[in-house]
């Protein structure tokens, strides 16, 4: 499957962004998808799942009062709403499908997007 991360961009500090991603394929209804995140200068983190129905969901802690992952399986596509953002959200956003292990793990996850750019100034 092949990921396409959009709507990333500027917005300023409690402020608000949806991030997509579309994928290719039939199979994506059979995968698992998330979000992860890479800040400057930091490794690559969990963000959010979401199962193949759409019907279970998992976020990073600090993250799930705010981030929220939804999916549309008919238009093959996930989604990220997240709100009240901070300057600490600054950070490259990718896409993932198909995780192998611990959706925490970055090394689980078997198809990556090339990433989308989320910048929240203070």
């Known amino acids: 499957v092949q990921l396409q991360a959009s709507g990333g961009g500027l917005v300023q500090a409690g402020g608000s962004l949806r991030l997509s991603c579309a994928a290719s394929?039939?199979?994506?209804?059979?995968?698992?998808v998330g979000w992860f995140r890479q800040a400057p200068g930091k490794e690559r983190e969990f963000v959010a799942a979401?199962?193949?129905?759409?019907?279970?969901?998992y976020y990073a802690d600090a993250l799930k009062d705010r981030f929220t992952i939804t999916r549309h399986n008919a238009k093959n596509t996930v989604n990220l709403q997240m709100s009240s953002l901070e300057a600490e959200d600054t950070a490259v956003y990718y896409c993932?499908?198909?995780?192998?292990?611990?959706?925490?793990?970055?090394?689980?996850?078997?198809?990556w997007g090339q990433g989308t750019l989320v910048t929240v100034s203070s």
């Open positions: 993932v499908a198909h995780p192998t292990g611990s959706y925490r793990d970055v090394h689980a996850w078997g198809y």
């Open positions: 979401i199962n193949r129905s759409g019907e279970n969901t």
């Open positions: 394929g039939r199979t994506f209804r059979s995968y698992v």
